[in-house]
């Protein structure tokens, strides 16, 4: 029988042996990387951290120690040893999450999966122990990438100001974050894991000294006192020691019984300290440690034995983006290109390739990327700032006061805009539209296809007085929608065939071809519909008030949060003119979205054209005075796929 089903919660890690352990921890990446391939998901940073998963369960006692995980993309190995070993629908709907979720285990806490925030949370769980004598423990796990975010650092300047509060912070130095650590944190760990260390130099010295007679004893007691500098010299851990957290390690992550001593140390200090675990990224799997990029960090479906994927899929809207920032590169010697830690996932590995000189990975530090992009524009040249949708909200501040105050000429690409489905609420790009709706100056682009994309590109870095921002989905990209007109700076992608007809559908960015759909639901109904691609949808066009104005109704249709999104704009620009025109905004509503396929999500929310089509039909129909309208044909059609 296999140890793993043995295993229904951390306590039957108690009962096991070092023999034992080091067979379940062979038997944890087999099952991994078999589950995993089925379901696609972070495989990397899982395989690395099995070892060091089970110690801290076994030295401390969760739930009632909080064994908190930064990002928790490599949480699978805590989800299997917690009593969850189904991982047949891993990130779909009614499957587990890809992250640790309050909803499926007490042993769960942080669910954000944004990076570098676990040291706050270890912070304020700590206080509150203090506070409530409490004598449990706060452990936190962080990657070396994570440290890179400032967030980290603000968090451990508070932590060490409790010299007699315990919490202890296990930092997971696998030298990578997505791809491999860059910075000068990155370097000063590098050191470290390169040094013999001060502790096996000061034993040694010890030993020759206390052989000495007479003078060995006091001299000795003057090294160790002055040891702070000598630590600085052998193994430079002295960047955390002067923030007054103690230091152990570096320790081999892969060794279970040293790591049970290091934590169990730890535990018992009764004040913060930092163990430091150097592990390997993709560990016990050759195709993983083969890949150079980011060693498997998240993959799709794979073949188990070669890691290839099964299925490929056609050009995504990354890859149209990266090929031609490539071609920008290429005309424009002042394009350069920031990423933060991501540099594969956002498509800027290409151009990073083909201009070295001209990337900056500013590691996790959005906050970081937007104020020094805005330094690069002031300089001369034209930051390109390619990030995810959704980890754009943590720089707001500083695309508000930074870039857009001093109307800087900076381009933000927003990778995975809109709802991404299966690694849940805090990946989904729901709020940038929204949030971004408030900034002076700011223009956003939300194109439909790739032909948009490599356009609106192009004309967004050729603003150099205001940021501009490029929002995309995630995935594949769809075949072209045409323009059949364009009205002031829209594009007409269907006519209505009348002078008054009934309809305006606003399309905004990748939903063009579900409201064409719509479109065509409704003219069975016999409503007449005119769908307008903004393009730019801030600021809201001049020419959508008149275009609204011939219509006997607006719909906008985004996805994005309804509240303050581009039906919002949309609805107060028609006020601003005096147009008064019926508007229905539809999007998404405002709360956090659960882990499913993108489909399956939109169809919760309703925002698929059969959904939309009835609620359309219905407020044309009030508008008739009729009420008998049926919509026998938009319920005969399924709703909308990916």
Request: proline share 5%.
């Amino acid at each position: 029988m296999p140890l793993l089903t043995r295993i229904r919660g951390p306590r039957d890690l108690d009962r096991l042996s070092l023999e034992e352990l080091a067979q379940l921890a062979e038997e944890i990446r087999t099952f991994l990387v078999q589950e995993v391939s089925k379901t696609g998901g972070h495989l990397g940073p899982n395989l690395g951290v099995v070892e060091l998963t089970i110690a801290l369960h076994r030295v401390f006692e969760s739930p009632k120690d909080k064994v908190l995980w930064d990002t928790g993309h490599q949480s699978y190995v805590h989800k299997l040893l917690t009593g969850r070993q189904d991982f047949s629908k891993l990130k779909m709907k009614g499957g587990l999450s890809g992250y640790p979720s309050q909803a499926e285990s007490e042993h769960d806490v942080i669910e954000n999966s944004h990076a570098s925030t676990v040291l706050g949370w270890a912070d304020g769980i700590a206080k509150a122990n203090e506070l409530r004598k409490r004598d449990s423990h706060v452990v936190a796990v962080i990657g070396d990438g994570a440290l890179t975010g400032g967030m980290a650092w603000e968090a451990l300047n508070n932590i060490a100001d409790a010299k007699d509060r315990p919490l202890v912070i296990v930092v997971n130095d696998n030298e990578r974050s997505y791809a491999p650590t860059i910075g000068g944190l990155a370097n000063h760990l590098a050191t470290l894991r390169t040094t013999d260390g001060y502790e096996r130099f000061l034993a040694r010295t010890k030993e020759l000294l206390e052989r000495t007679p007479v003078v060995g004893r006091p001299l000795y007691e003057t090294l160790h006192g002055a040891k702070k500098g000598f630590k600085d010299f052998i193994a430079p851990q002295g960047m955390f020691e002067d923030l007054g957290l103690k230091y152990v390690g570096p320790i081999d992550g892969h060794d279970i019984e040293a790591l049970e001593s290091a934590l169990a140390r730890a535990k018992r200090f009764g004040g913060p300290v930092i163990v430091h675990c150097l592990t390997e990224k993709g560990r016990g799997y050759q195709p993983a440690l083969q890949d150079e990029a980011d060693r498997f960090h998240a993959v799709g479906k794979i073949h188990p034995d070669t890691g290839l994927p099964i299925a490929s899929s056609g050009a995504d809207w990354t890859s149209v983006f990266g090929e031609e920032m490539v071609k920008l590169g290429e005309e424009r010697e002042d394009v350069v290109a920031i990423t933060a830690a991501m540099l594969q996932p956002v498509g800027l590995d290409k151009f990073a390739k083909r201009f070295p000189e001209r990337v900056y990975d500013v590691g996790i530090a959005e906050q970081h990327g937007a104020v020094s992009a805005a330094g690069l524009a002031h300089g001369g040249v034209h930051p390109v700032f390619a990030v995810y949708a959704t980890f754009l909200n943590r720089a707001f501040d500083q695309v508000l006061m930074d870039v857009a105050l001093h109307k800087c000429g900076v381009t933000f690409v927003l990778d995975r805009a809109g709802i991404t489905g299966t690694d849940g609420a805090s990946h989904n790009g729901m709020w940038d539209m929204s949030i971004l709706q408030v900034v002076p100056g700011l223009r956003l682009a939300a194109p439909r296809d790739a032909d948009q994309v490599r356009a609106q590109l192009r004309e967004a870095v050729a603003v150099d007085d205001a940021p501009t921002v490029v929002r995309f989905s995630k995935g594949a990209v769809g075949p072209a929608v045409p323009a059949v007109g364009r009205v002031g700076g829209m594009d007409v992608l269907r006519e209505p065939g009348t002078d008054r007809p009934d309809v305006l559908l606003v399309s905004v960015g990748a939903l063009a071809p579900m409201c064409l759909e719509i479109a065509a639901l409704l003219e069975k109904q016999g409503i007449s519909t005119t769908v307008v691609d903004p393009r730019w949808v801030k600021p809201v066009d001049e020419a959508m008030a008149p275009l609204a104005e011939r219509h006997r109704v607006v719909v906008t249709v985004e996805d994005n949060s309804r509240a303050g999104g581009v039906g919002s704009a949309i609805a107060q620009a028609l006020r601003d003119a005096g147009v008064d025109v019926p508007l229905r905004d539809f999007g998404i509503p405002p709360r956090f979205l659960d882990h499913a396929s993108r489909a399956e999500v939109m169809a919760e929310i309703g925002l698929t054209a059969p959904d939309i089509a009835r609620q359309v039909t219905g407020l044309v129909a009030r508008l008739d005075g009729k009420f008998d309208r049926t919509a026998e044909a938009v319920d005969s059609v399924e709703p909308a796929r990916d």
